[in-house]
């Protein structure tokens, strides 16, 4: 059963950069172009989609955060990073990496556990 | 961006009844040239990150329980729980992943009566 794990600081000092990683086992984030996503969601509201990555490296991001965005991957490793910049007290939020069902325009069928990731000096 | 609007915020249902959530997108998310709706409904619990439920719309994920169901075309939607159980006590969200950036609605917050 595939699985993802979220790893990084759990705290961030404003102005800086975040950097999480997502480790991908019990499958291979590198089979048939598949595509992993980064959703973020601040205490006590909605999930928003950051952005989301395929396996041949190329990417959809979204435009309110794009800016500020990078997402990388590591097909050796089964990673893939997501480094968000400029980080203030609004990204405090817990951040999910998860695998779409298919293509990119499709649904998320695996989350990770989430990391709660503050912003605080 | 597509805006996803949930009714109601929250929602108190007793065990064995029906419960109803409403999703409500500002464009519709129905792709005509394979006629699918690119309409998902995720169950949360707390301390948990969102399961998926039903995808196209309709579609039930391999291991929901077949009380859920999921209905609707364009640009409304319904999330259906034939007969509510304790465990399905939950924060409920719909998605659509027709356009970039992929939105979520706000929540539906559902509770026992």
């Known amino acids: 059963q595939l699985q993802l794990q979220e790893s990084g600081p759990r705290l961030v000092k404003p102005s800086e950069t975040l950097s999480l990683t997502c480790t991908v086992s019990g499958g291979s984030s590198s089979s048939s172009d598949s595509w992993c996503a980064w959703i973020r969601q601040p205490p006590g509201k909605g999930p928003e989609w950051i952005g989301s990555?395929?396996?041949?490296?190329?990417?959809y991001y979204n435009p309110s955060l794009k800016s500020r965005v990078t997402l990388l991957l590591d097909m050796s490793r089964d990673q893939f990073s997501l480094r968000l910049n400029s980080m203030t007290a609004a990204d405090t939020a817990v951040y999910y990496c998860?695998?779409?069902?298919?293509?990119?325009?499709?649904?998320?069928?695996?989350w990770g556990q989430g990391t709660l990731v503050t912003v605080s000096s | 961006d597509v805006v996803m609007t949930q009714s109601p915020d929250s929602l108190a249902v007793s065990l064995g009844e029906r419960a109803t959530i409403n999703c409500k997108s500002s464009?519709?998310?129905?792709?005509?040239?394979?006629?699918?709706?690119?309409l998902a409904w995720y169950q949360q619990k707390p301390g948990q990150p969102p399961k998926l439920l039903i995808h196209w719309a309709s579609t039930r994920e391999s291991g929901v329980p077949d009380r859920f169901s999921g209905s609707g075309s364009g640009t409304d939607f319904t999330l259906t729980i034939s007969s509510l159980q304790a465990e399905d006590v939950a924060l409920y969200y719909c998605?659509?992943?027709?356009?970039?950036?992929?939105?979520f609605g706000q929540g539906t917050k559902l509770e026992v009566k």
């Open positions: 998860a695998r779409h069902q298919g293509p990119y325009s499709s649904a998320l069928d695996s």
């Open positions: 464009q519709s998310v129905l792709y005509s040239s394979n006629n699918k709706n690119y």
């Open positions: 990555m395929s396996s041949r490296g190329n990417t």
């Open positions: 998605q659509q992943y027709y356009t970039t950036p992929q939105t």
